[in-house]
């Protein structure tokens, strides 16, 4: 089936790790990004990429970091640099990476801090 | 700079009964609205859309309607069933120079059974 698969479901950190979040999808799409949700909260651009190699700060980058070196892969490392990284992260994708065109998530990754 | 605004944050209807809920965008250059609904530890699910060019959707008990010149949209749930309680987020976006859509807080819709 087509979609967008985020691993590992949940993730936990110790203090001062780096962890990396794996994002893949099958749709063809173009365009990727990373969203943070925090408990109760809306949704926050971390980071996104409209084509392979290129890739652009969302309104949070602070303390992550991405790669697009392929198009069906987008991975997110959240750093050590990130001093409050517990939330949900969502991994999203969409054709063409034009506004105005749909965008599909994935089924989301927990991290929590221990 | 940008926003929307969504509202009522939490909304509690009894079964059968109408939802209805707003959101209001800020950038007169939007031109996409999509809505999504997100049950507890899931990502979004799109459940309808609607482009500028158009004043209403509708896709069985669910609807759109959108009011440029007020730059606000809402989504109508008709005959509310328990599935449906989950958090729904609208959206905007703008049809150049930015690849980035404003969300709405989310509004936690529970439906009374």
């Known amino acids: 089936d087509g979609g967008i698969t985020q691993s590992p479901k949940y993730l936990f950190r110790k203090e001062g790790q780096n962890v990396t979040l794996s994002c893949e999808q099958n749709?063809?799409?173009?365009?990727m990004y990373w969203y943070r949700q925090d408990p109760g909260q809306g949704l926050r651009l971390i980071y996104y990429?409209?084509?392979?190699?290129?890739?652009q700060k969302g309104d949070i980058a602070e303390g992550y970091s991405v790669s697009r070196e392929k198009k069906e892969s987008f991975p997110l490392t959240v750093t050590s640099a990130q001093k409050n990284p517990t939330a949900f992260y969502l991994c999203?994708?969409?054709?063409?990476?034009?506004?105005?065109?749909?965008?599909?998530f994935g089924e989301g990754s927990w991290l929590t801090v221990v | 700079g940008e926003n929307v605004e969504q509202h009522p944050s939490t909304l509690s209807v009894q079964e059968g009964d109408s939802a209805v809920i707003k959101c209001t965008y800020s950038d007169s250059a939007s031109n996409y609205f999509p809505w999504y609904k997100q049950e507890l530890g899931k990502g979004p699910q799109l459940i309808i859309d609607?482009?500028?060019?158009?004043g209403e959707k509708k896709d069985q008990r669910i609807a759109v309607t959108l009011n440029k010149t007020a730059k606000h949209f809402s989504l109508h749930i008709t005959e509310t069933q328990p599935e449906d309680s989950a958090v729904y987020f609208c959206?905007?976006?703008?049809?150049?120079?930015?690849?980035?859509?404003?969300f709405g807080t989310g509004t936690r819709l529970k439906v009374l059974a």
């Open positions: 959206a905007a976006s703008r049809p150049s120079g930015t690849y980035k859509y404003i």
């Open positions: 990429s409209q084509i392979v190699n290129d890739f």
């Open positions: 999203a994708s969409s054709k063409q990476g034009l506004s105005g065109n749909t965008i599909y």
């Open positions: 749709l063809n799409h173009d365009a």
């Open positions: 609607i482009r500028s060019n158009v």
